[in-house]
């Protein structure tokens, strides 16, 4: 099987699964005073540590959470209960945080949200003085395409508004410690860590209000953590901070390689002319569906993805193509590098797409 979908999921590191082990048959709750309880204790705050240092922050501002999911909504509905006024988002978020902008839309908080350019790059412009939140992912789920996150921390600040960045796509793959943002938010499982565990970092690390009351992660999110996919989290994260440099060195040529299969075979690359992660690459072939590529690539043992995986399963046409007002927003095939990407599966990709091309065509022109 060559997989080339990381940016669903990636597999877990051999690093991380050993670091974890350990921890998966003792018991482990921090929060307990006896020895057991202040091992755990000490294991989950070398985690918090190492997170922390790979986005650049405090480990006092590290949230452990279930996935980026609940962290971005935990930092999106918390900010609503301390502060009054708008959001403003843009309209190619990842689904969750659609779907916490709809939901405070609902609680009655007006939201906007600010449109792309045919390239997939938002437009940031001068926000409404009413803003409490500015929300902006750090780069596209479903392109890649990174987002002005430089320029929304100067809009925000011109209005007195907090930050919230989605980083789930860029971290690991750009130095996240340059983002300066009041919520920052990844998760583990797309850096080779486990899947279950994610992070909200706070600027701040004081009090922020938690979707549900509890004692743990210092009030601002309840439930006893996880202390084996913490430990995960922070060994994937560490590898991913003091890798990053050689895995982008190996990414830019697999990438290079990737995309000229692509166009061998009369296929475009989306948002080529923009800066994006170097990971992702996605791809539209004139006249065919997306959904009708990926499946024909499984066949042949190549797994990549029609969009997000979450919505993978979706008819419905790409909802960040749709934005970019793409001619065929249903066509998308997002191919996605990771830790454990080797040339020999793009260079098998290479060989095997243009046959799974060509038959799709000629299966078009006998239904026609």
Request: proline share 6%; net charge negative.
């Amino acid at each position: 099987m060559i997989y080339l979908d990381h940016a669903a999921t990636s597999p877990m590191l051999d690093e991380v699964r050993d670091a974890m082990w350990p921890w998966l048959g003792r018991p482990a709750n921090p929060s307990s005073v006896h020895r057991a309880g202040q091992a755990a204790f000490t294991a989950l705050e070398r985690a918090r540590a190492e997170v922390a240092a790979m986005a650049g922050a405090d480990p006092s501002g590290v949230v452990f959470t279930s996935g980026a999911t609940e962290a971005n909504h935990l930092f999106l509905r918390g900010a609503f209960t301390a502060r009054e006024g708008r959001l403003v988002t843009s309209s190619i978020e990842h689904p969750c945080v659609s779907a916490a902008a709809d939901a405070l839309s609902a609680a009655g908080v007006p939201v906007e949200r600010l449109a792309v350019d045919a390239d997939g790059v938002t437009t940031l412009r001068a926000l409404p003085p009413d803003t409490a939140v500015l929300s902006l992912m750090a780069a596209n789920h479903e392109t890649g395409v990174r987002q002005p996150v430089g320029g929304a921390r100067s809009a925000a600040d011109a209005v007195g508004a907090w930050l919230h960045v989605d980083a789930s796509h860029a971290a690991g793959r750009v130095d996240l410690s340059a983002v300066d943002a009041d919520g920052l938010v990844f998760s583990a499982h797309k850096l080779g860590g486990p899947v279950g565990i994610g992070v909200l970092v706070l600027r701040d690390g004081g009090a922020f209000p938690p979707l549900f009351a509890g004692s743990q992660e210092r009030g601002r999110r309840a439930g006893t953590t996880n202390v084996a996919a913490a430990v995960g989290f922070g060994v994937a994260a560490r590898l991913a901070a003091s890798a990053m440099g050689e895995r982008v060195s190996g990414w830019l040529t697999q990438r290079e390689r990737l995309e000229d299969a692509i166009r061998s075979c009369g296929g475009r690359v989306v948002g080529e002319h923009v800066p994006r992660v170097v990971t992702t690459v996605a791809a539209v072939f004139p006249g065919l569906r997306g959904d009708a590529v990926v499946q024909a690539l499984d066949l042949t043992g190549v797994c990549v993805s029609a969009g997000a995986a979450c919505a993978s399963g979706s008819v419905e046409p790409s909802p960040t193509l749709v934005a970019m007002r793409d001619p065929q927003p249903d066509g998308i095939v997002r191919f996605s590098l990771g830790p454990a990407s080797q040339l020999t599966d793009v260079d098998e990709l290479a060989r095997v797409l243009p046959a799974v091309i060509d038959r799709l065509r000629l299966a078009m022109t006998w239904d026609g």
